[in-house]
């Protein structure tokens, strides 16, 4: 009976998370910053022009550049979406949403209580959600 309610407290702090950052992505009201622009650029050089990449941007250090990874994995959405910002400000917050869902797995081996504290408090957390709603390569 434990589980059955902790589960459910789970999924309902998942629905909570989703319908409170996924309604302003979908209808457009969300931040899409330099960074974002710049990243979807950067795809669409990839996979509209076929010109991949093996180095990134630069950053804010002269002389030091970000990792290709990023932008490889955002073709995936990119050409799922048609290059909508959208789908890859969405990708971007249930990556982030996906990595309480990895501490969840990791942690509950050692302590169920807090492996369980962290899953919904970061469903449900203002600072989290705020955060998966715009695409920042450094999340």
């Known amino acids: 009976m434990k589980k059955v309610w902790g589960r459910l407290l789970i999924i309902f702090a998942f629905i909570c998370g989703l319908l409170s950052f996924v309604p302003p992505i979908l209808t457009g009201n969300y931040f899409f910053t330099f960074d974002g622009a710049r990243d979807l650029i950067w795809v669409k050089n990839q996979v509209d022009f076929l010109k991949p990449s093996l180095i990134g941007p630069w950053g804010s250090i002269t002389g030091v550049f970000f990792g290709p990874l990023w932008f490889w994995i955002l073709t995936i959405p990119y050409i ?27 942690l509950k081996k ?30």
């Open 80 to 106: 799922l979406g048609g290059g909508d910002p959208r789908i890859i400000t969405l990708f971007s917050g249930l990556l982030i949403f996906s990595t309480g869902i990895i501490a969840y797995y990791l």
């Open 110 to 139: 050692h302590l169920f209580s807090l492996a369980f504290f962290t899953l919904v408090l970061g469903f449900t957390s203002p600072a989290i959600l705020s955060l998966s709603e715009f695409a920042f390569s450094q999340h």
